[in-house]
T-cell receptor, first 111, second 112 residues
Framework: EPEVTQTPSHQVTQMGQEVILRCVPI?????FYWYRQILGQKVEFLVS????????KSEIFDDQFSVERPDGSNFTLKIRSTKLEDSAMYFC?????????FGSGTQLSVL | KQEVTQIPAALSVPEGENLVLNCSFT??????LQWFRQDPGKGLTSLLL?????REQTSGRLNASLDKSSGRSTLYIAASQPGDSATYLC???????????FGKGTRLHILP
């Protein structure tokens, strides 16, 4: 069965450093998303991406965040200058037609 | 603004029992509703998806129902097993490719 792949599974970084979280969506999918889940809290929407541009973003997705689909297969989330409160599990998802498929997530720890 | 609430927040039941998890949403204008399973520290596995025009979906021991007009869904698990222990999340969206809004989940523990 096709799956959404995320790397790395765990990322530890120092506050103020840049991180890039990587995702390989399912190959024929057209819509891509990033969500995050802070420990003990709800899964929250960050951004959706379609046709090589952002289609919607939440208030969490400020100018410290950016997304890119650099080569037609990867979909990345960049955090320019990480803060302690960015520590969370980040999920990538892709969609085509019927249902949303999620990756297994990247656990980001900001120290 | 859509809000999704799940009750109870946590539930412990003995193995073999049937159980019901509840989900409610404030805006009935949904496109579909999904139930997900999340194991500790892991990703999200889709269990069942109900289109807004449907009343229920079944997969094995799982049955999800949807009452769109009242803003409610239930997930019924028959003959529970210890392997069913996980957090179950309910999520809705407004349009086909729109973002989905999650509830906080019900943490289920099946006692052997």
């Amino acid at each position: 069965e096709p799956e959404v792949t995320q790397t790395p599974s765990h990322q530890v970084t120092q506050m103020g450093q840049e991180v890039i979280l990587r995702c390989v969506p399912i190959s024929n999918h057209l819509y891509f998303y990033w969500y995050r889940q802070i420990l003990g809290q709800k899964v929250e929407f960050l951004v959706s991406f379609y046709n090589n541009e952002i289609s919607e973003k939440s208030e969490i997705f400020d100018d410290q965040f950016s997304v890119e689909r650099p080569d037609g297969s990867n979909f990345t989330l960049k955090i320019r200058s990480t803060k302690l409160e960015d520590s969370a599990m980040y999920f990538c998802a892709s969609y085509h037609g019927t249902q949303l498929f999620f990756g297994s997530g990247t656990q980001l720890s900001v120290l | 603004k859509q809000e999704v609430t799940q009750i109870p927040a946590a539930l412990s039941v003995p193995e073999g029992e049937n159980l019901v998890l509840n989900c409610s949403f404030t805006d009935s204008a949904i496109y579909n509703l999904q139930w997900f399973r999340q194991d500790p520290g892991k990703g999200l596995t889709s269990l069942l998806l109900i289109q807004s025009s449907q009343r229920e979906q079944t997969s094995g021991r799982l049955n999800a129902s949807l009452d769109k007009s009242s803003g409610r869904s239930t997930l019924y698990i028959a003959a529970s097993q210890p392997g069913d222990s996980a957090t179950y999340l309910c999520a809705v969206n407004r349009n086909r490719d729109d973002k989905i809004i999650f509830g906080k989940g019900t943490r289920l523990h099946i006692l052997p």
